[in-house]
């Protein structure tokens, strides 16, 4: 519940916004649950309908990925780029659904690679962060470079001071 202080908001969203995607991946492959099951024809293959309504489960975690993009601008470089390899890998990976969904086995193969090269990136930045994040928890005597990109974007707050600094000269 600490989360919901102002600070935490954004980790927190994340948090839950991740966890609600595996949730829902983790239900929707494992055999127990028979989701999979309505989807499969009598020689055991995934149909059509299933890799279509999963591309859009893609594409919309995507969308959301780029709302997490556009926020993360004031923040790091590091999120940047995390986000920026999660939009393009959500994309990626609701075509690799779609050219299985019409067939395209080589298509299909090759946007999920492409879609499995930029998760390798979210990963590689999520170490990356969470090294960081550790080595500040305990004190560490130094901090790895994020590259800070607040300044780059004047918050509301920044630009509202600025506004009223130039009107009250006036």
Same mark, same amino acid.
């Given at each position: 519940?600490?989360? $919901? ?25 494992i055999p127990g649950f028979g989701v999979l099951g309505a989807y499969t024809t009598s020689e055991g ?10 591309? $859009? ?5 995507g969308m959301l990925s780029i709302v997490f993009l556009i926020c993360s601008l004031r923040t790091n ?62 004190? $560490? ?30």
């Amino acid at each position: 519940m600490v989360g $919901f202080l102002v600070p935490l908001v954004i980790q927190q969203n994340l948090t839950h916004d991740a966890g609600g995607f595996f949730l829902a991946l983790g239900f929707t492959l494992i055999p127990g649950f028979g989701v999979l099951g309505a989807y499969t024809t009598s020689e055991g293959a995934l149909n059509a309908d299933f890799y279509n309504s999963f591309g $859009f489960f893609y594409l919309f975690v995507g969308m959301l990925s780029i709302v997490f993009l556009i926020c993360s601008l004031r923040t790091n470089i590091v999120l940047v780029v995390l986000f920026l390899a999660y939009s393009l890998a959500f994309p990626l990976l609701a075509a690799s659904e779609w050219q299985a969904a019409q067939g395209n086995k080589e298509a299909a193969h090759n946007l999920l690679v492409g879609g499995g090269a930029a998760c390798f990136v979210v990963s590689l930045m999520t170490w990356y962060a969470l090294i960081n994040s550790l080595l500040q928890s305990v004190d $560490f005597q130094f901090e790895l470079p994020m590259g800070d990109l607040s300044s780059l974007f004047p918050g509301a707050s920044q630009r509202k001071e600025q506004r009223l600094k130039v009107e009250s000269t006036v």
